[in-house]
């Protein structure tokens, strides 16, 4: 399911994958998650894809993805998708 709210979108398979994004000259995709039990089969590269796709689509000249420090291989499987890493992303809850 893809639901579009202004300048931001959703996409889910609330069993399996889910992520969403703003549009602000660099598309940015926060909370990209596979299920534990569904990694390794292709939804996290698909949601990458659309994202990818969406972003081309808007005009948006890069993709800007966030994960959290200690998830080394979700760095990795964003890093062999030519994604480079260039700096931190930094947030206080208030």
């Known amino acids: ?19 969403s994004a703003g549009l602000l000259g660099t598309a940015t995709a926060d909370e990209i998650v596979v299920d534990d039990s569904h990694r390794k089969e292709g939804y996290g590269t698909r949601l990458v894809k659309f994202v990818e796709e969406w972003a081309k689509e808007n005009d948006c000249e890069y993709v800007a993805l966030a994960s959290p420090l200690a998830k080394d291989d979700v760095h990795q499987f964003y890093e062999d998708s030519d994604y480079e890493k260039w700096g931190y992303v930094i947030e206080k809850q208030l």
């Open 1 to 19: 399911m893809v639901a579009h709210r202004g300048r931001y979108w959703e996409i889910a398979d609330a069993e399996h994958a889910t992520t």
